[in-house]
């Protein structure tokens, strides 16, 4: 079982440019979110998708813009990356209160 | 919201120590608790779960009991091993529906 897998695990942006933080779940659940780690400050959750068709905003949602492709996707994009954004990015997805996460996604913009 | 808070780190052990990860919650109602764990360089995945005042979770020798009276879910593991060596996290329902409100994490390292 792939479970929840995201790409790309790595990424170095130069200020102000765009990109697209993939991810998929193959366990048919109905939920999907997006948190992002940084230290001393846990996880805080951007957006969030309880079904396909609907996005809701998370804790910190400033600066980004998902997509619910269908039920297996959910993309995060930056359209302006700033160096505030630099932070280890985490998908999960949850069909009841437990949640299952991909192996998250390092990003750093210089 | 509900929210939790939990005991900061790093916490350092010895092999075969006793392991004590505090957290405490607040809350409407009597949501499930959580505790998950993040080994070093993947993401997080779920240690052990209560769905109930009074329940005890447990899972590779780690346990935690709901306790209602004092609004905590603590954390305990009668012997650390090196393997244990991660980041535990202390989470719950934001509110109704599936969304989970983290506690900052606790950073445990076990040294042989």
């Known amino acids: 079982n792939a479970g929840v897998t995201q790409t790309p695990k790595f990424q170095v942006l130069k200020t102000g440019q765009s990109m697209t933080l993939q991810c998929a779940q193959d366990m048919n659940h109905n939920s999907m979110y997006w948190y992002r780690q940084d230290p001393g400050m846990g996880l805080r959750l951007i957006y969030y998708?309880?079904?396909?068709?609907?996005?809701d905003k998370g804790e910190v949602p400033n600066g980004y813009n998902v997509s619910r492709l269908n039920k297996r996707e959910f993309s995060l994009r930056l359209e302006s990356a700033a160096p505030s954004q630099t932070s280890v990015y985490f998908c999960?997805?949850?069909?009841?209160?437990?949640?299952?996460f991909g192996q998250g996604t390092r990003l750093t913009v210089v | 919201g509900n929210s939790v808070t939990q005991m900061e780190g790093p916490v350092t052990l010895s092999e075969e120590a006793f392991l004590t990860i505090n957290c405490t919650y607040t809350a409407t109602g009597y949501p499930s608790l959580f505790w998950y764990v993040q080994y070093p360089g993947e993401g997080l995945q779920l240690l052990l779960k209560a769905t109930k005042a009074d329940d005890k979770g447990s899972n590779k020798g780690f346990e935690a009991t709901y306790r209602k009276e004092t609004t905590s879910f603590h954390l305990e593991k009668g012997s650390v091993q090196v393997s244990d060596s991660a980041v535990y996290f202390c989470a719950l329902p934001h509110n109704a529906g599936n969304m989970l409100t983290f506690g900052g994490g606790t950073r445990l390292m076990v040294k042989p």
């Open positions: 998708s309880a079904s396909e068709g609907t996005t």
């Open positions: 999960a997805s949850s069909e009841r209160e437990w949640a299952f």
